[in-house]
Each structure stands twice: as C-alpha cells, then as structure tokens.
C-alpha cells in the first residue's frame, strides 16, 4: 500500500457511494445452495470489519425473522451450530480472533461464508471449500464499509431471507454523492458541516448520542471514527438507554463537563417518545458541556439516513485530526499492539 498519507483518507471517503455501486454489480452464483431454514445468523468480526455487520444488525431489525448477532471475540456463542448461518468478516484476512471465530464456527458444523481481501482467513477459506465473496484491497478496514456490509445484506436476499436489499442500497449512492460536494475539503465551514462540527469537537472530549434502532450504529461509528482517524478519546450512548443512568452524571467534576461536546444525531424515524426525550435532555444538559450540536440524516430510506449521518461523521473525525495536526491514516498504536501480540 501507498505512504498512509492525509490526503488517502480523503480519497477513501470521497469514494464511499462507489463501494456501494461496485457490489450492486456483484454476482453471487453459489447464494441458492445455501438457502434453508436458519435460526440465526452470526456476523464475527472485529474494528472496521466489524461495523458492517453493525449496519447489518440495525437495517435487519425491522425485517430479518430470524436474530443476528454481531460477534466480536475469539469464541462463539454457544447457540452457533449446524442450524447458524456466519459471515466471518476481515479486511485483511489476518484478524486472529475473526480465524479464531472461522476456525470455531467450521467446527461447530455451521454454514459460513467469508468476507475479505485476502489474507490467512482467505487460504482457509480456499482450502475449507467455503464461498468467499473476495473485496478489493488497498484501503484501511474502516474505510472499506459499504464493501463490508452491501455483500452480506445482497447475500441474505439472494437466500431470500432479507427482501428488498438491492433496491434500497441504490440510494445512498445518490445521497452520498450529494452530502460529498459539501462535505469535502474545497468546501469551507460553515457551508461544510463535518468541519463546522470538527473546530467545536477540537479540545473537547466528544460524547455521541444516537436512538435504539435508528442511528445507534451511526453513534458508535462516530465514536470509533474519532477515535482512529483523530488519535482522540470519544464515548457514545443510545435513547433512551441513556435516560437511564448517563444523564445522571452530568452534575460534577465540573471542569470535565465544560470540557465535553454532545453530538445528538437525529433521524425522521426515532420514536416520538425518544424525540421528546432528547429534547428535554437538552434542556438539561445545554447549560452544563460546553457544546450540544444535533446532526439531521438525509434521504428516504433507513440506508440513505444511516449512511448519511456515517458519512458526516466519518469527515468530522477527519478534519478534527486536521485541527490536531495528526495524519488520520495509520494506527500505529493497534500495529504496535498486533506486533507484540505476535511475539
């Protein structure tokens, strides 16, 4: 791979509704074979590998009859057996829990499916005789999103388990290329959103705030987006959860408080008692952090709304590593704690 400059992350968020378009253009020839009756599906995987089963969880709640779980370990759960379908998800094809987990679930008899660029997870998978859906190589795993969660969500209505797939993923491809005129960097704040919101985030610790099953994954994503591209600390919670203890802790130390930002992403779709309490928790805490700044989706489908809050924050996180004069590109903290996990 190119030197991980600055500049290559911008070029792999400007590219974001071309991932989804390359998978609409994907073939699944072997889907059939694999249709049956599942009484769960697993997606394991870890980091940016990860989220794409995220997104998968969130958009199947409201559609998928059977549970899907995301699994983020070196095990599985106990319920994963001849009758689990599992998608075992690396970028790199080298995450050693996500073999770990592959190596557990081929065990356990289950009917698996690989994701990924290459790797030790793609000669196992070669060697094992399982379908591998092969992605294209040369991002960074949190880049690579809509290339780890268009094919799963295709797969699943080929098998004719999660209808209506293919249609709604066309378009966050217009939504997102509409959000990237300004949101990119020839675009100056306030015009641009993602680095109006970066200089109010820049010295402050970012709390991110989403809803049960409209824009929780698009919170966590901006929590860890923030926390690789920005080498920066971030938390994130979910209504109305948080309504439950986190707003509690609003009262002391002080000076923590006026140091914390609140990022409260919105959707169309949150329950109206979940939009009443946001609003009343903002009147609580307004007065308390030094910012509350609330983030509207885009779009009609729940794909173009999630993706567009994702989109915002995935650029926020990117200018505010700008604003720290850090290069969002590479982790070296992970690399250097893989390298000694290799020891």
Known sequence: MQELTPELMFDFLYNLPEQFEECLQMEFPWVTSLRGNYRNILVTGLGGSAIGGDILRSYSLRRLRVPLVVNRD???PAFVGPDSLVFAVSYSGNTE???SAYAEARSRGARVIVV????????MTAQ???PVVK??????PRAASGYLFAPTALILEGMGLLPGVRAELEEPVAVLRSRRRNLEPAKPAPENEARAIAAVLKDSIPVIWGSSSTTEIAAMRWKGQINENAKSPAYFNVFPELNHNEIVGFEVPEDVLRRTAVVVLRDGNDHE??????????????SRVKSVTEVHSWGNSFLARLYSLIYVGDYASVYLAMEYGVNPTPVKIIDYLKAKMAE
């Open 128 to 130: 094992d005789g399982y």
């Open 97 to 99: 829990e996500t073999i």
């Open 135 to 140: 992605v294209p190589a040369g991002l960074v």
């Open 74 to 76: 070196y095990v599985l």
């Open 273 to 286: 008692r979940v939009k009443k309490r946001i609003e009343i928790t903002r009147e609580i805490i307004s």
């Open 116 to 123: 990924t660029t290459g790797g030790k997870l793609g000669e």
